[in-house]
């Protein structure tokens, strides 16, 4: 989690929301990683959690990214609970909740729902005051 709250703060030079991902494969290897670039690329879909998974895919040449951990600063929203079924990723590790939008037990469940077709272990609140406080600090500048 230490990596992906470095990785987030890069997302503060372009005025994004400071979110940081990465993806491990099963030998402990980070390939791929992301930060939020909505504002920087004028890209609704560029959360972090998106960016990383389309690093680690291209890296490995598939879509499916199978016994895979996705690590992130902030619970994903609905779009990036899609994303993390959809690319087979293994586990989720996040930090924060989201009590706003996020999809993966604070305001939906979309990635333990029973009727989903694609289990994923979740492990939620790892350093969970470290990430909360730096989205904190980014939004008591707006």
């Known amino acids: 989690m230490d990596d992906a709250l470095t990785i ?7 005025g994004d929301v400071p979110v940081g991902a990465l ?3 099963a030998d402990g290897i980070v390939i791929g990683t992301g930060f ?6 004028n890209d609704p ?5 998106v960016v990383a998974i389309r690093n680690a895919a291209q890296r490995l040449q598939k879509s499916r990214l199978d016994g895979c951990t996705l690590v992130v600063t902030l619970e ?6 899609g994303a993390i079924a959809q690319s087979r990723i293994s586990a989720l590790v996040f930090g924060a909740w989201d009590e706003k939008a996020g999809a993966v ?3 939906w ?4 729902d029973p009727r989903s077709i694609f289990k994923v272990e979740v492990t939620a609140g790892v350093k969970e005051q470290e990430c909360a406080h730096l989205l904190k600090e980014f939004f008591s500048d707006k």
């Open 8 to 14: 987030a703060r890069q997302a503060l030079a372009t």
């Open 23 to 25: 993806v491990v494969n």
């Open 36 to 41: 939020n670039e909505r504002e920087a690329n």
């Open 45 to 49: 879909t560029a959360h972090a959690e």
């Open 76 to 81: 994903p929203c609905a779009m990036c609970a």
């Open 105 to 107: 037990g604070s305001v």
């Open 109 to 112: 469940d979309v990635l333990r």
